[in-house]
């Protein structure tokens, strides 16, 4: 997955698709899984909440999609 493609996303969005991130913002230090904003934040925003290195983080990120591969959105619609 590209960098681009985790801009547009929020936090909450990113978990929900790929559960494995969660492990990555924990082990940041973050304490994202649940937290109230992280419908609203995107990486960017939360690694400069928290005073993370956001390039760190996001290839962190992208490395553990990476490795779990696509998952269904629920409730998305699939074009064939």
């Given at each position: 997955?590209?960098?681009?493609?985790?801009?547009?996303k929020d936090?909450?969005?990113?978990?929900?698709?790929?559960?494995?991130?969660?492990?990555?913002?924990?082990?940041?230090?973050?304490?994202?899984?649940?937290?109230?904003?992280?419908?609203?934040?995107?990486?960017?925003?939360?690694?400069?909440?928290?005073?993370?290195?956001?390039?760190?983080?996001?290839?962190?990120?992208?490395?553990?999609?990476a490795k779990?591969?696509?998952?269904?959105?629920p409730g998305?619609?699939?074009?064939?």
């Amino acid at each position: 997955m590209a960098h681009s493609e985790l801009d547009d996303k929020d936090v909450d969005a990113i978990m929900t698709r790929w559960p494995a991130t969660m492990r990555i913002l924990l082990a940041h230090g973050m304490h994202c899984v649940g937290c109230p904003i992280g419908g609203f934040h995107t990486l960017a925003d939360a690694a400069a909440a928290h005073g993370i290195d956001e390039g760190q983080l996001i290839s962190d990120v992208a490395a553990a999609i990476a490795k779990s591969g696509p998952k269904a959105i629920p409730g998305a619609r699939h074009r064939r």
